[in-house]
């Protein structure tokens, strides 16, 4: 089938559009076009990219035009966000496309207050981009009961691939603290270190479209969390970082308000965000109904993302295998 994906060069797209193409699918990607694809690029020859950039097509209303004009069977959506985004969109691929897959996010959830939080799950984001992807959520959902519209919505936990920082053990993108793990430095963590983190690796991702995809009669209509078999605490990420490179994990705890006064105000934002989730999903709906596997648990994913970090000389750290 012809598949267009939509931000096709980001951490799902990386893995999704190679897989597509070892299925015999005819592969489009739409892309901003400022980056390169990162690996398999033996298999990206053959895709066709076409270079958009979707904001800017969505304000002169042409956004919607250009991807019915690819005539695909399947639209992959990775970048929308806004529910206005998704009405426009549908209301143009709707008795036109096969399948219509769209990526949301596991923060619609809001606080996980009986882990692991499933689909079912009542939702209730705590910010402005969690509320977002909800609404969109909820109107793609509402399209497929009432107006049969073939969509699928994957909402992945905390993205993890290689080339890209992964989230800390301080729930923070600050590359030092890898480094003051790595050479035994002391590291603070928030009250004990015992809120969690529930990552995926977005090769994992990537497959559970693919096997949305090849499962549609019963992806059409329904929403999958996927992430790693289970999440993994905050103490217990920094010690075994520590481990990786012989070292013992030097944690020092201090209340949540105090250690958030230390940060940057985005850096406390989101780590303040984590603190109050605390994240940790249930992916039996997708393991159930699309026979989804993940290949990496949450060590595994922040592994690869760490190993490339230091390979790459984006910290300063001994080589880890």
Request: hydrophobic content about 40%; proline content about 6%; charged content about 20%.
């Amino acid at each position: 089938m012809k598949v267009l994906v939509i931000g096709g060069t980001g951490r799902i797209g990386t893995y999704l559009i190679p897989q597509l193409v070892r299925a015999g699918h005819e592969v489009v990607c739409m892309h901003r076009g400022r980056h390169a694809p990162r690996r398999d690029r033996a298999l990206w020859k053959q895709v066709r990219l076409i270079a958009i950039d979707r904001r800017a097509a969505e304000r002169a209303n042409t956004f919607a035009l250009a991807v019915a004009g690819v005539e695909a069977e399947i639209v992959v959506d990775l970048l929308c966000d806004r529910v206005r985004s998704a009405e426009r969109l549908a209301t143009t691929l709707r008795g036109e496309v096969h399948q219509y897959l769209v990526c949301g996010h596991t923060a619609v959830y809001g606080s996980c207050h009986q882990p692991p939080v499933a689909e079912n799950s009542p939702r209730s984001p705590l910010c402005d981009e969690a509320e977002h992807k909800l609404q969109m959520e909820e109107y793609l959902m509402d399209e497929a009961r009432m107006r049969g519209l073939p969509v699928t919505v994957i909402h992945p936990g905390h993205l993890v691939a290689e080339g890209w920082v992964p989230l800390t053990p301080q729930g923070t993108f600050q590359t030092s603290v890898f480094e003051r793990l790595a050479q035994g430095g002391e590291v603070f963590l928030p009250d004990q270190g015992l809120s969690t983190l529930h990552p995926v690796h977005a090769s994992d991702v990537a497959e559970a479209f693919l096997l949305a995809i090849q499962h549609w009669k019963v992806a059409s209509g329904e929403v999958f969390n996927i992430a790693a078999p289970s999440a993994i605490t905050w103490r217990y990420y920094a010690e075994t970082i520590a481990g990786w490179f012989d070292k013992q994990a030097q944690l020092r705890y201090c209340p949540q308000e105090e250690w958030l006064e230390q940060l940057p105000s985005e850096e406390a934002a989101l780590s303040r965000s984590l603190l109050e989730r605390s994240p940790c999903y249930s992916i039996a709906k997708a393991e159930r109904l699309l026979g989804f596997r993940p290949r990496y648990d949450a060590l595994g994913a922040f592994y690869e993302s760490i190993r490339w970090l230091i390979g790459n000389d984006r910290i300063k750290a001994p080589s880890i295998q």
